[in-house]
């Protein structure tokens, strides 16, 4: 159980385009999503957490309008990346909290963005 | 305002060997602390968390960790390193409200020699 999917796995996209990435939890409820971002060999840095029917709450120094975050169900969030550039190029994870048990957040396998 | 320190961004172990990693969280109230392991361009995956039960908690694959409150640490130990155990593993640390957010360290990559 508590499975989180995200699509795609991987994506190329030119410079000046968007992508929009999908984080679903499967087999469970999840009011409460998070979007991190990890660049090469450091740690995942948290951008933005989002609420089921409200508006994404953004860490500091995270620009929500060229990342844009949708969590229209309770099983579904999306962030799509606006104006791709190249230093967008990361690896995006996504975590869900499941609406009724513990307190840990269960990850995506995460979305490789790679801008030319 | 909480933070994690993970002690050494590398750790080479012998197969068969204890596999220690460090922890040090600082915060000003209790905390919930996790320990998650990742293998190459892959999600995180939990491998044991401490939510004020027990100090001295067991997770996946044979790792445990022990919650020092006086040391502020939640190290991570395996007695038996396996081959399989190589991987980057992040320790973090989560408020007990309603954010649910997660501060993660900076990593610890270990490496385990045959």
């Known amino acids: 159980g508590a499975v989180v999917s995200q699509h795609p796995s991987w994506v190329i996209c030119k410079s000046g385009t968007s992508v929009k990435i999908e984080c679903r939890s499967l087999?469970?409820?999840?009011?409460?999503m998070f979007w991190y971002r990890q660049f090469p060999k450091q740690s995942l840095m948290l951008m933005a957490t989002?609420?089921?029917?409200?508006?994404?709450?953004?860490e500091q120094g995270v620009e929500k309008d060229k990342f844009l975050i949708n969590h229209a169900s309770l099983t579904l969030s999306t962030l799509t990346v606006t104006s791709a550039h190249p230093e967008d190029s990361s690896f995006y994870i996504c975590?869900?909290?499941?609406?009724?048990?513990?307190?840990?957040?269960?990850f995506g396998p995460g979305t490789r963005l790679t801008v030319t | 305002a909480q933070s994690v320190t993970q002690l050494g961004s590398h750790v080479s172990v012998s197969e068969g060997a204890l596999v220690l990693l460090r922890c040090n969280y600082s915060?000003?109230?209790?905390?919930?602390l996790f320990w998650y392991v990742q293998y190459p361009n892959q999600g995180l995956q939990l491998l044991l968390k401490?939510?004020?039960?027990?100090?001295l908690v067991k997770g996946i694959n044979g790792f445990e960790a022990e919650f020092k409150k006086s040391e502020t640490s939640f190290h991570l130990t395996k007695p038996s390193a396996h081959m399989s155990d190589a991987a980057e593993y992040f320790c973090?640390?989560?408020?007990?409200?309603?954010?649910?957010?997660?501060?993660f360290g900076s990593g610890t990559r270990l490496l385990v020699r045959p």
């Open positions: 989002s609420n089921e029917g409200s508006k994404a709450t953004y």
């Open positions: 087999d469970f409820q999840a009011t409460t």
């Open positions: 975590s869900a909290k499941a609406d009724t048990g513990p307190y840990e957040q269960y």
């Open positions: 401490y939510t004020s039960a027990a100090t």
């Open positions: 973090a640390v989560s408020r007990m409200d309603s954010s649910y957010k997660l501060i």
């Open positions: 915060s000003s109230v209790p905390p919930y």
